[in-house]
């Protein structure tokens, strides 16, 4: 007996608007409203909005919640001290592998918001509440379903969010990018997001989204799928859980380095000493293809160095050729030409340091 997908607040809406509806690690989500070109241009150029609610939102609460976190993600949440301010993480198994990647969100020193993926969600939950009892951590681990999220994304973004909530606009204005800003109990903006382009993300009661939704379409903020959404974070860079890394690899593999935090040598966060020991480096790199062609996520690369792998790969809608994000052999250098095997013929392309487009502009 298959198991009914999982729809969230605004579920009701996209099929009313004509959205192609697919399954999306369970959750009932739309692909694109129509062309998932125009929808991609349209946060190039100017504003779109993402139902992200199938995401979800965590507060972790309590006088130990800063050791908790401290322990649990790689990165270093004691670098917060201003309210709201946000940091990227990876959260690791004792091998080093990344049980998912995740934003945390600082209040208090006992009180944090995490966002974490939505088909690693029951997953993490299991694994926070693990090495909260390992550790005797007391925590509050509360995920809040009742909350839903809309990504509102491009170079209009913030003014059209502004036009259709007037009384949001003084306390998100001065917001810098990876803050946000409670506006309430349940109601966060922050500036954030998943496309390479300026904007905010909003969690909001689940009771209150389908009005948003509907005000920012009045607004001229277009839905936009799951399609545009992979082709614009591809274009910034940015990775997607499953695909570029998983349990199986390590921050260094997936390009993530950056997101692990050895500064202090006291803190003994879950994986480190695997990091430490076993670490695996390899070059994650960006491709450029030279020639027609789509590049898709697992199909080799040969370079002068040996075999590498694409991780991700697709058609830039904003640059006209393919792109994708590919693990090559250590000491392969942007700007080395290389070779992808797309069905039985090997096509010339050329290494990259990711992002290929920013701000709507190719890097």
């Known amino acids: 007996m298959s198991v009914p997908l999982k ?17 999306f690690g369970g959750w009932d989500m739309p692909l694109a409203y129509g062309s998932q070109l125009e929808e991609h241009h349209a ?21 130990q919640a800063t050791a908790f976190l401290r322990r649990l993600v790689a990165n270093d949440v004691a670098r917060l001290s201003t309210p709201g301010k946000a940091l990227y993480s990876c959260m690791l198994n004792p091998e080093g592998g990344v049980i998912d990647d995740l934003i945390i969100y600082f209040f208090t020193p006992e009180r944090w918001r995490v966002v974490v993926n939505a088909g690693t969600a029951d997953k993490d939950i299991a694994w926070m509440q693990r090495v909260a009892a390992a550790g005797g951590f007391e925590v509050g681990i509360t995920p809040r379903r009742d909350l839903a999220m809309v990504a509102v994304q491009g170079p209009n973004a913030r003014a059209k969010l502004w036009a259709a909530r007037p009384a949001w606009q003084a306390a998100t204005e001065s917001l ?27 969690v909001l009661p689940a009771s209150d989204v389908v009005l948003l939704w509907h005000a920012l379409a009045e607004q001229g903020v277009r839905p936009c799928g799951l399609g545009a959404r992979d082709t614009l974070r591809l274009e910034a860079g940015m990775n997607l859980y499953g695909q570029d890394m998983d349990e199986l690899t390590q921050p260094d593999q997936a390009g993530l380095s950056w997101t692990v935090s050895l500064k202090d040598a006291e803190r003994r966060f879950i994986g480190r000493e695997a990091l430490e020991q076993f670490a695996t480096p390899c070059a994650f790199l960006g491709l450029k293809l030279s020639e027609r062609g789509v590049m898709r996520a697992h199909m080799p690369v040969r370079t002068p160095l040996g075999l590498g792998e694409l991780t991700s790969g697709t058609m830039s809608p904003t640059l006209g050729v393919s792109i994708g994000l590919a693990r090559l052999p250590l000491g392969i250098e942007p700007g080395a030409a290389v070779e992808v095997e797309i069905r039985g013929k090997w096509v010339p392309a050329t290494v990259c340091k990711p992002p290929f487009v920013r701000n709507g502009k190719a890097v």
Request: net charge negative; proline share 3%; charged share 20%.
């Open 7 to 23: 729809r969230t607040p605004l579920a009701d809406t996209h099929v009313a608007a004509g959205a192609r509806m697919v399954d």
């Open 43 to 63: 946060v190039r150029q100017d504003a779109g909005m993402f139902d992200v609610s199938h995401m979800l939102n965590v507060d972790i609460t309590g006088t």
């Open 176 to 202: 810098t990018p990876f803050s946000a800003a409670s506006l309430d109990a349940d109601t966060l903006v922050a500036r954030t997001g998943y496309t390479g382009e300026d904007g905010f993300e909003v």
